[in-house]
T-cell receptor, first 113, second 113 residues
Framework: DVKVTQSSRYLVKRTGEKVFLECVQDMDHENMFWYRQDPGLGLRLIYFSYDVKMKEKGDIPEGYSVSREKKERFSLILESASTNQTSMYLC????????????FGQGTRLTVV | DAKTTQPPSMDCAEGRAANLPCNHSTISGNEYVYWYRQIHSQGPQYIIHGLKNNETNEMASLIITEDRKSSTLILPHATLRDTAVYYCIVRVAWVAGANNLFFGTGTRLTVIP
């Protein structure tokens, strides 16, 4: 089974802190994604990556950056966390081929106080 | 990617078929219809996808109208474990360099005992 693992299930950080959310997948997938999920807004794409060291902005990249130094790992970085970044963050991966499904991690619930 | 419209919520009696509609009137010829679901406190899970023919797998059936402007996901015998938010997504099968997924707000299906 494909496994997408997010480093933390729950995280509490202070305003202004630098926050790293880590995601690892074990199926050699080319594509990886970061979403945030908020009540009433569904899942919104923050960034995605289709190869090592490659990244593309999604719908809401402001306030975030990403890093993909290795194929299996995709990190989301909040340079200076703010309270409006309190959310559920979901990582996903998929093969770099047509018509493939995406596999999601369990999510990280981040609270910025 | 084409926009989709889904009802915000639906109920279904346990053991009966659940029929979840999705409108995608601006779908273009090279766009597929994907369905995912998200059970509470978990990441989204892929269910099924199709282009224009009806599709069936072990989880569900997907019925796409002839003009492709709408589709219906059918869970033939709903169980309590099918209570979840169901997302209909329309996207191109292949975007050079990336396979990004854009989620909306979905339909919250409640299966009633």
């Amino acid at each position: 089974d494909v496994k997408v693992t997010q480093s933390s299930r729950y995280l509490v950080k202070r305003t202004g802190e630098k926050v790293f959310l880590e995601c690892v997948q074990d199926m050699d997938h080319e594509n990886m994604f970061w979403y945030r999920q908020d009540p009433g807004l569904g899942l919104r794409l923050i960034y995605f990556s289709y190869d090592v060291k490659m990244k593309e902005k999604g719908d809401i990249p402001e306030g975030y950056s990403v890093s993909r130094e290795k194929k299996e790992r995709f990190s989301l970085i909040l340079e200076s966390a703010s309270t409006n970044q309190t959310s559920m963050y979901l990582c996903a991966s998929s093969l770099g081929q047509r018509n493939t499904e995406a596999f999601f991690g369990q999510g990280t619930r981040l609270t910025v106080v | 990617d084409a926009k989709t419209t889904q009802p915000p919520s639906m109920d279904c009696a346990e053991g009966r078929a659940a029929n979840l509609p999705c409108n995608h009137s601006t779908i273009s010829g090279n766009e597929y219809v994907y369905w995912y679901r998200q059970i509470h406190s978990q990441g989204p899970q892929y269910i099924i996808h199709g282009l224009k023919n009806n599709e069936t797998n072990e989880m569900a059936s997907l019925i796409i109208t002839e003009d492709r402007k709408s589709s219906t996901l059918i869970l033939p015998h709903a169980t309590l474990r099918d209570t979840a938010v169901y997302y209909c997504i329309v996207r191109v099968a292949w975007v050079a360099g990336a396979n990004n997924l854009f989620f909306g707000t979905g339909t919250r299906l409640t299966v009633i005992p």
